[in-house]
Structures are given as C-alpha cells and as structure tokens.
C-alpha cells in the first residue's frame, strides 16, 4: 500500500499530466503541467512524512539512550 502511494500515485499523476501536454489544446496543456506540479508536490510531501518520521525515531533511541546511562 505504501508503495502505491510513494511510487505510482505520482507516476500515474505526472504521465496523466504527460498525456495532457502532449495531446491536448491550450487549456489541457495548462492542466497537464499542473497535474505534473503536483505529481512533485506529493513526492515531496512523501519524502518530508519519511524524513519527520525518521527523526522522531532518532530522538526516541537517543532519550532511550540517555535513561539508560
């Protein structure tokens, strides 16, 4: 399921996108290209998620670390 979301979710968003550009008229092409705008933005919106969560996981072993000593 993750991998849906984090991979093909923005495939599928910019090659709709692609299509648009490539096919359509004036204001498909203005859709296509924000449809690849947002492909980006939930690439990034994936990559900060996996970044905050890695770091709360990080902060988490270090106090675990500092009660130990």
């Known amino acids: 399921m993750l991998t ?3 991979i093909w979710l923005p495939v ?12 359509g008229a004036d204001a498909a092409v203005g859709a ?3 449809l690849l705008g947002v492909a ?3 690439v990034l ?3 900060f998620i996996r970044l905050a969560i ?3 996981d990080d902060r ?6 500092r009660r130990r000593r």
């Open 4 to 6: 849906l979301v984090r």
């Open 32 to 34: 296509g290209i924000v």
């Open 12 to 23: 599928a968003i910019a090659v709709a996108g692609v299509i648009l550009i490539a096919t």
């Open 60 to 65: 988490e072993r270090e106090a675990e670390r």
């Open 54 to 56: 890695q770091s709360q």
């Open 40 to 42: 980006l933005l939930v």
């Open 45 to 47: 919106a994936n990559l």
